[in-house]
């Protein structure tokens, strides 16, 4: 089984490691997961590795958030891959900070990388893995605030939540979505 895993993210050196990029951050320790590196390619970097009966086709859209529908598009048809098997991997504000939430399909709840997804596949039901970012900010700071960095206690907390990222993408893939839900759906740090 093929399989094309999406991390959401803006290229660039000044988007690096920020909350926005939570996408790519999981990309990146996927890849790594599975022996796999990343290569330039039309509209994204593509890594290719495999996990068991697997295989993951990892790309990071080089187009920019608001245009990554056109990197998925691409990939889904150049590598034959029906829409229940992409996972898009995105970052949430409506979730604190640790929480990770699969699902089969939904909303794009605002977030215009899924949107202009939705608007490409011409359907919101495809799996995605939510990551909290929280929302600790003041009204009219949105913007800044996913494009800001982790604070000193979110990166020290990272490699667990990526850990957590990287099993969630692996058993959907492995063993479904439905069953992966219940086991990865939840807050990784009770404390804030």
């Given at each position: 089984?093929?399989?094309?895993?999406?991390?959401?993210?803006?290229?660039?050196?000044?988007?690096?490691?920020?909350?926005?990029?939570?996408?790519?951050?999981v990309?990146?320790?996927?890849?790594?997961?599975v022996?796999a590196?990343?290569?330039?390619?039309?509209?994204?970097?593509?890594?290719?590795?495999?996990i068991?009966?697997?295989?993951?086709?990892?790309?990071?859209?080089?187009?920019?958030?608001?245009?990554?529908?056109?990197?998925?598009?691409?990939?889904?048809?150049?590598?034959?891959?029906?829409?229940?098997?992409?996972r898009?991997?995105?970052?949430?504000?409506?979730?604190?900070?640790?929480?990770?939430?699969?699902?089969?399909?939904?909303?794009?709840?605002?977030?215009?990388?899924?949107?202009?997804?939705?608007?490409?596949?011409?359907?919101?039901?495809?799996?995605?893995?939510?990551?909290?970012?929280?929302?600790?900010?003041?009204?009219?700071?949105?913007?800044?605030?996913?494009?800001?960095?982790?604070?000193?206690?979110?990166?020290?907390?990272?490699?667990?939540?990526?850990?957590?990222?990287?099993?969630?993408?692996?058993?959907?893939?492995l063993?479904?979505?439905?069953r992966?839900?219940?086991?990865?759906?939840?807050?990784?740090?009770?404390?804030p």
């Amino acid at each position: 089984m093929k399989y094309l895993v999406v991390g959401l993210g803006n290229v660039g050196a000044e988007y690096a490691s920020t909350r926005h990029n939570m996408g790519f951050m999981v990309a990146d320790c996927l890849a790594e997961e599975v022996k796999a590196s990343f290569s330039v390619a039309r509209y994204a970097a593509v890594a290719k590795g495999r996990i068991k009966n697997a295989e993951l086709i990892i790309i990071k859209p080089s187009t920019y958030m608001n245009l990554s529908g056109d990197a998925v598009r691409y990939w889904m048809t150049e590598e034959k891959i029906p829409i229940e098997r992409i996972r898009v991997i995105v970052d949430d504000l409506a979730l604190p900070f640790g929480e990770i939430r699969l699902r089969a399909g939904g909303s794009a709840a605002g977030h215009n990388g899924l949107k202009h997804i939705e608007q490409q596949l011409g359907s919101r039901n495809y799996p995605r893995l939510r990551m909290g970012i929280g929302h600790d900010f003041n009204r009219g700071e949105q913007i800044d605030y996913v494009l800001g960095h982790f604070s000193d206690l979110e990166n020290a907390r990272m490699p667990i939540l990526l850990e957590a990222a990287v099993s969630a993408i692996v058993d959907s893939c492995l063993e479904g979505v439905a069953r992966s839900m219940n086991k990865h759906n939840k807050q990784l740090f009770l404390e804030p």
